[in-house]
């Protein structure tokens, strides 16, 4: 296991698969690095592959805006992706470069150690819940792996893409707040 250093050298000079041909930017991940919670979504968008930055287009604004709902912010969770370059036209990432890329993003839950981790669609779901992981069926339901409560919320694309599924996306938040308030000890804004 690296440090976050090391981690982050490996990450931004990293050519295990295809994607490193085509990037801009190594997608590393942000937030705090004692983190509690950690989302993880599928790959680099273009916006992500320009600034180097995880979730700041459309789709990452949307976030920060669904997560202001219940009081989060990235001072306050950490967050990445499958892989860390862009997949060429905002594919799905494929096996081979998930494959490539797990490692690194498996050090990184090792050095944040969260006590929740929230897979943005069914790609991250698939690939650290279960692989047959169904997202119309199991958002929202949590399962424990490893001492670390896991579950899966629909991918902020596929909310701006389809509205009507945004109630049930806001149910799963309340439920991630209500995990929060049971498992997580910092100090979360609007809890008492
Ligand atoms: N979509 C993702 O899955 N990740 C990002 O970082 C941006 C958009």
């Not at 085509?22 to 705090?32: D, I, S």
């Not at 920060?64 to 009081?71: R, Y």
């Not at 090792?110 to 006590?115: E, F, G, Q, T, V």
Request: proline share 5%; glycine share 8%; charged share 30%.
């Amino acid at each position: 296991m690296l440090d976050w250093s090391g981690l982050e050298t490996a990450c931004r000079s990293c050519r295990k698969c295809a994607l490193a041909e085509t990037r801009h930017n190594v997608v590393f991940g942000e937030g705090a690095r004692d983190a509690e919670v950690m989302f993880i979504g599928e790959g680099p968008g273009e916006q992500e592959d320009l600034t180097g930055r995880p979730f700041v287009g459309r789709a990452g604004q949307f976030l920060d805006e669904m997560l202001s709902i219940i009081d989060l912010d990235r001072s306050q969770y950490f967050i990445g992706n499958m892989v860390k370059c862009r997949p060429p036209k905002n594919r799905d990432p494929l096996n081979v470069e998930m494959d490539a890329c797990i490692g690194y993003l498996r050090n990184q839950v090792a050095l944040i150690r969260p006590k929740i981790i929230v897979c943005l669609g069914r790609i991250a779901a698939m690939r650290l819940i279960r692989e047959d992981f169904k997202i119309t069926k199991e958002h929202g339901l949590w399962s424990e792996k490893a001492g670390t409560w896991m579950m899966a919320m629909y991918h902020p694309s596929a909310l701006l893409r389809d509205p009507r599924k945004r109630p049930e996306a806001f149910e799963d938040l309340k439920k991630l707040q209500a995990k929060i308030r049971e498992v997580c000890t910092h100090t979360y804004p609007g809890q008492s």
